[in-house]
């Protein structure tokens, strides 16, 4: 696939595991956070997405988590399955008008 | 499927020349972006439009140059085309700005440059 190459963070996880992937972002004053997962030969796709006024929010086997004091969030996957190997980004709005990606993490799930 | 359709999938073309990469975004979507991924750049903003109107700007270089049109379609051209150009390039739409909802992203064109 068009990722082979990157060199990206690696995470790599059993089948069945709960898997953590984290980003560190820039910008205090940004206000919506996004994740994305990306696979092979395709755009990213959106998984669940955060506004600055919570700091938790669950879909369906994934949760995001923020911390804004440390700017960080977190992207948790439950159960994780092999379908769910892929790249991993996390984007922020910085206000603006622009969306800005993290560098991303390359998620394995052994079966 | 996202509903972004980019065209082509796949170009490949010689240092010099000229291209252009064409973007349909989802149906009510009014704005576009677009986005180069490279192998060590990992997805790098270049512009968005909204509703026909420039509103953002990366680190688009001065060869590339892109525009929305009343139908909402999206061209971005990139000209005097070197090796390191090469690249997936992604175009991606929103119903607003980005600002409160996620973007949809096309499957990519992918520019090789020899």
């Known amino acids: ?111 | 499927d996202s509903g972004v359709t980019q065209t082509p999938k796949h170009l490949i073309t010689a240092t010099g020349q000229r291209v252009t990469l064409r973007c349909s975004p989802r149906s009510g979507d009014l704005s576009v972006y677009w986005y180069q991924q490279s192998l060590d750049q990992g997805l790098q903003f270049l512009i968005q439009y909204y509703n026909g109107e420039e509103r953002a700007k990366g680190n688009i270089l001065e060869r590339f140059s892109a525009q929305q049109f009343p139908d909402l379609h999206s061209e971005l051209n990139l000209s005097s085309l070197e090796l390191g150009d090469s690249a997936l390039y992604f175009c991606a739409s929103s119903v607003d700005g980005g600002l409160d909802s996620p973007l949809h992203f096309g499957n990519g064109t992918r520019l090789t440059v020899t």
């Open chain 1, 1 to 111: 696939g068009e990722n082979v190459g990157l060199h990206l963070p690696t995470l790599s996880v059993q089948e069945g595991d709960n898997s953590i992937i984290n980003c560190a972002y820039s910008n205090s004053a940004s206000d919506y956070f996004i994740w994305y997962k990306q696979e092979s030969g395709k755009g990213p796709q959106f998984i669940i997405d955060i506004r600055s006024n919570m700091d938790k929010r669950q879909g369906q086997r994934v949760t995001v988590l923020l911390n804004k004091t440390v700017k960080h969030l977190s992207l948790q996957i439950a159960a994780t399955q092999p379908g769910d190997s892929a790249v991993y980004f996390c984007a922020e709005n910085t206000g603006g008008f622009k969306t800005i990606f993290g560098a991303g993490t390359r998620l394995f799930v052994k079966a």
